[in-house]
């Protein structure tokens, strides 16, 4: 599997496409992240709230592969924003996940209304894991135009990316453009739109049957014509070889515009509103 590689504004470089393992059963993971590997994956996406990064780790053993070949990405949990258990949370993480460093750690979520609104000292404490040399790279998710440039103007460290929803219903522009301002990649959780209807829309399913492709394939296409990092989340080996079939087609500049003239605004999102959400598992 050719995938294309993206560089970061920290000169390190990240693959475009992964396997995201967010609401994969602890005792399922380690079976679907070695059927991804086995197909050719490099790049597998987890989080400390997601409590599978055992199972990632576990495959990650037994694969074979050598440490450089596999992108791991992990985040901050909820629960742990004050610097000194943002160090400590990493540290299980590494142990769960049998490795020495990830390759990016990310702010789950900013919490705004927690911790008195003060998400720039864990931010600081990034930066020094990073330092430490306990990831290779760091960024942000979740996190809204007031929010990343809130850090960067505190700090001025840019995060090497910004996690965003981002979907045809929900193409959340206004936050995509504040990342890529500040020199940021987006990555798009729920690529897919969690069943939102993408997948059955009209225009999609056109589209779909223009290129001989899935409707999965068109939304992850998308994605990938317009620079964004995508890892689409499938516990089936089928599905995950059918989703890494997308770099063997391109969408036309009017194909894209279509996709893009779906977007539904905010009414559009699936996901939590990240000014509100303040979850602490």
């Known amino acids: 599997m050719d995938i294309p590689s993206l560089q970061l504004n920290d000169q390190t470089s990240i693959p475009q496409f992964g396997l995201g393992v967010w609401q994969v059963p602890a005792d399922e993971t380690q079976r ?3 059927d991804a590997l086995e197909l050719g994956y490099r790049h597998i996406d987890t989080a400390q709230m997601y409590g599978n990064e055992a199972g990632v780790g576990a495959a990650l053993a037994s694969a074979g592969l050598a440490r450089d070949e596999v992108y791991v990405t992990t985040k901050l949990n909820n629960g742990f924003h004050e610097p000194a258990l943002a160090k400590k949370s ?63 103007s505190a700090t001025g460290v840019v995060p090497a990316v910004n996690q965003i929803e981002v979907h045809p219903y929900f193409a959340n522009e206004g936050v995509r453009e504040a990342t890529r301002r500040h020199g940021a990649l987006v990555e798009a959780w729920s690529p ?17 049957g223009t290129h001989g492709k899935t409707p999965a ?24 070889a059918e989703n890494a079939a997308i770099f063997d087609f391109a969408l036309s500049t009017a ?4 996709l893009a003239a779906l977007d ?3 009414a559009g999102r699936q996901g939590p509103d990240p000014d509100l959400f303040d979850w602490i598992p």
């Open 32 to 34: 679907v992240v070695t």
């Open 90 to 152: 990493l540290a299980r993480s590494l142990e769960l996940l049998g490795l020495d460093q990830v390759d990016l750690f990310l702010i789950h979520w900013p919490l705004p209304t927690r911790y008195d609104g003060d998400y720039v000292s864990t931010w600081e404490a990034l930066v020094e894991l990073r330092a430490e040399g306990l990831t290779r790279s760091i960024g942000v998710s979740n996190f809204q135009t007031e929010h990343l440039d809130r850090i960067v």
């Open 264 to 266: 539904r605004g905010a």
């Open 192 to 208: 897919l739109g969690q069943g939102g209807g993408e997948l059955t829309d009209e225009t999609v399913v056109r589209i779909a």
């Open 217 to 240: 394939q068109v939304l992850l296409r998308w994605q990938i014509d317009r620079g964004d990092v995508v890892f689409p989340k499938s516990m089936s080996r089928e599905r995950l």
């Open 255 to 258: 194909e894209v515009a279509l």
